[in-house]
């Protein structure tokens, strides 16, 4: 029995958007931590999710790197996968039509190694039904080619973005990389180009050394760091480009908990990706919304957007 | 068999030190004693971990099942951070388990299993012996030491053939389980051989070794192979090894039993 002088607790509106991509709740599962969705269908409740981002794809298929691929390292984990994936038409014949099927909101994570096979792989994208946005990886570490070439240098990330915003008429988010002297800069260039979002971060680039063998541990020599241990990193980029930038934030980086999230919806992001904790827990991004909703209940937020700082 | 994964809290019944470094974990957890196949394996948390370090959870084999009780055990060495932290766990206590996860061996009914173990190795194959009981099938054990041979008497109680070897020859035979293993499978006809079929988990250097042994003998083999992983369910794909077509297998999915043959040695 609800007393009368206890203020009437509303179910919080969980709505975000995204430039013109309106997702039911800001809780989205980042690439590379997914698959394609079906490796957690009997895991998790995917409608449950804003979003799910799918494993990265490129063109042609990839192989990936030699193994060791990845390493755990305190409070964090070392990848160097090196983007193996299926390639874009497999993507489309072989695990779009699943997702579509479940009527999951989709976003599909491209990577290409030039211009012309980022904008290939925006057409290819372009109308099919059940992608509902691109998100453009200009941050890879792990890759020879392509990837961060163009997430480090603001001329080629506005080039990218551009390409792939002229190449189809979906939503276009670009995730961005840390691993530069000044991410606002880089958030520009994409903002000038088009982008209808940005996502950051991705991995920091990061080594770690066998002392017993005296070599490097990753098959790649450099890999990515996620986890817990970047968060820190994550919420102040977030913080600095939220302020730089008009379009929406996506808050990514050791999101492992509702706290985790909060901070980044706080530090100006208006919906956050849930990463490595996915590995660790597949059911990390559920506990991650409710206990979002359950905050937001208790300190009568009415919407994401309030939970913003503003200043 | 269904092979539904569970992700849940599991109560710890026991958690033994058979040896020093080495235990025995019971769980109380009858899903997945109803869903998992010898071979397949779980991902474990200990629970007794504050925060966030180590990080993520260790793939363990399934060592043996009873679905009368729901119990499910794991045999693991305390390795690292987190097996440290699993065998400080009491009775009573949680732990987090995801599973039952993996291709796990694929024995067919007419032919004949020859099991082949080394040191940690036995872990997954107890389950497989108990699965081949009243069947035409021989286990063979191995370590370096009497003191390092285990689960000698679970494996005898399966009343299945067990052949023992010792590197320094303290117990059984004294050798290496693929001389024990190349003697047997060179007194088979060919028309037998074509009936066999090698399971085997152990270091790699000894999976390489009866590798090589059916191939020379024109014998089917599965290997059972340990490596670093970070989700164990094909989405990170961390735990590649290299296969045969110069390609990549994921030791979580594609595994962690391969058919010999598809993997690059």
């Known amino acids: ?311 | 068999m269904e092979n539904r994964r569970i992700n849940k809290q599991a109560k710890i019944v026991g958690n033994v030190e058979i040896r020093p470094g080495i235990f025995v974990m019971t769980i109380l957890c009858p899903e997945i004693t109803t869903s998992s196949s010898a071979g397949q394996f779980c991902m474990i948390r200990p629970g007794n971990i504050q925060g966030l370090d180590p990080l993520l959870r260790r793939p363990l084999s399934i060592h043996l099942t009873d679905q009368e009780k729901g119990h499910v055990q794991f045999l693991y060495r305390v390795v690292g951070r987190g097996t440290r932290a699993l065998s400080r766990q009491l009775e009573g206590e949680f732990i987090e388990v995801l599973g039952p996860l993996g291709r796990g061996f694929q024995v067919g009914e007419d032919e004949i299993p020859i099991l082949v173990g080394g040191g940690l190795g036995v872990a997954p194959l107890l389950f497989l012996a108990r699965q081949l009981v009243g069947r035409r099938a021989i286990v063979i054990l191995g370590a370096i030491t009497k003191s390092q041979l285990l689960r000698l008497e679970p494996f005898r109680e399966t009343g299945l053939e067990i052949l023992v070897s010792t590197e320094d020859g303290s117990f059984g035979n004294q050798g290496l389980v693929t001389e024990v293993l190349d003697r047997l499978l060179s007194r088979l006809e060919d028309e037998a051989k074509a009936n066999v079929t090698i399971f085997s988990c152990g270091p790699y250097p000894m999976l390489r070794a009866v590798y090589h042994l059916c191939s020379v003998h024109g014998v089917r083999c599965e290997v059972s192979l340990e490596t670093t992983m970070a989700c164990g369910s094909g989405l990170c794909l961390g735990c590649a090894v290299k296969a045969k077509d110069g390609g990549y297998l994921h030791v979580c999915k594609d595994g962690p039993c391969f058919r010999a043959e598809e993997l690059a040695w």
């Open chain 1, 1 to 311: 029995m609800t007393s009368h002088t206890e203020k009437e607790k509303k179910e919080p509106d969980l709505k975000v958007k995204l430039g013109p991509l309106i997702l039911k709740n800001p809780v989205l599962l980042a690439s590379g931590t997914c698959g394609y969705g079906k490796e957690l269908k009997d895991l998790i409740d995917l409608k449950r999710l804003g979003a799910i981002v799918v494993k990265g794809i490129s063109l042609e298929p990839r192989k990936g790197n030699p193994p060791p691929r990845i390493h755990e390292t305190p409070c964090g984990l070392l990848n160097a996968i090196g983007l193996e994936n299926v390639g874009l038409e497999a993507f489309k014949n072989e695990k779009l039509p699943w997702l579509r099927e479940h009527k999951l909101r989709t976003i599909v994570n491209i990577l290409g190694n030039s211009v012309a096979e980022y904008q290939k792989m925006a057409e290819g994208l372009s109308g099919l039904e059940g992608v509902d946005a691109i998100e453009v990886n200009i941050s890879c570490p792990n890759v020879k080619e392509g990837g961060v070439a163009f997430g480090t240098d603001p001329r080629a990330a506005n080039e990218v973005t551009r390409a792939v915003k002229g190449a189809c008429d979906l939503p276009v988010i670009v995730k961005l990389s840390p691993n530069v002297t000044d991410i606002c800069e880089i958030a520009r260039a994409v903002e000038d180009g088009g982008a209808d979002c940005v996502s950051l971060i991705n991995t920091i680039l990061g080594m770690a050394i066998d002392i017993e063998k005296r070599r490097p541990v990753l098959g790649n020599v450099f890999g990515g760091l996620s986890g817990p241990a970047i968060r820190p990193v994550a919420v102040r980029m977030v913080w600095q480009v939220a302020r730089t930038v008009k379009i929406p934030v996506i808050g990514i980086g050791g999101i492992s908990n509702f706290q985790d999230a909060l901070e980044f919806l706080m530090a100006g992001a208006s919906a956050i990706q849930v990463g490595t904790a996915t590995l660790v827990d597949p059911g990390a991004s559920e506990k991650i919304l409710t206990g979002i909703v359950d905050f937001m209940v208790r300190n009568n937020y009415s919407s994401i957007g309030e939970l913003k700082i503003r200043d």
